[in-house]
């Protein structure tokens, strides 16, 4: 059996850019230099609002802090 993989959704048209994911959990997340707005690595859009992606479980913590540090509330980890 393999190691459960932890969901990330992340509300992508309303990111501001600040940059604290890319920051806080850099395996995850990059700044896209076209729009500003941070890139959820791996992540499929779900629907118009949402990109999800499923991460390892050593990358929890780091996304958690993202998560946390989010001015405006967008990530979410399930």
Same mark, same amino acid.
């Given at each position: 059996?393999?190691?459960?993989?932890? %969901? &990330?959704?992340? %509300?992508? +048209? $309303?990111? &501001?850019?600040?940059?604290?994911? *890319?920051?806080? /959990?850099?395996? @995850?997340?990059?700044? +896209? @230099? !076209? !729009?500003?707005? @941070? $890139?959820? /690595?791996? *992540?499929?859009?779900?629907?118009?609002?949402?990109?999800?992606?499923? &991460?390892?479980? @050593? =990358?929890? =913590?780091? +996304?958690? %802090? *993202? /998560?946390?540090?989010?001015?405006? +509330?967008?990530?979410?980890? $399930?």
């Amino acid at each position: 059996m393999g190691v459960k993989r932890i %969901k &990330i959704c992340h %509300k992508r +048209n $309303d990111c &501001i850019g600040c940059g604290s994911c *890319a920051l806080l /959990a850099p395996k @995850s997340w990059k700044m +896209n @230099s !076209d !729009d500003g707005k @941070s $890139d959820l /690595a791996d *992540a499929k859009w779900k629907g118009d609002d949402f990109m999800v992606a499923l &991460i390892d479980p @050593s =990358e929890y =913590e780091a +996304n958690k %802090k *993202a /998560a946390q540090a989010c001015p405006v +509330n967008i990530i979410r980890i $399930d």
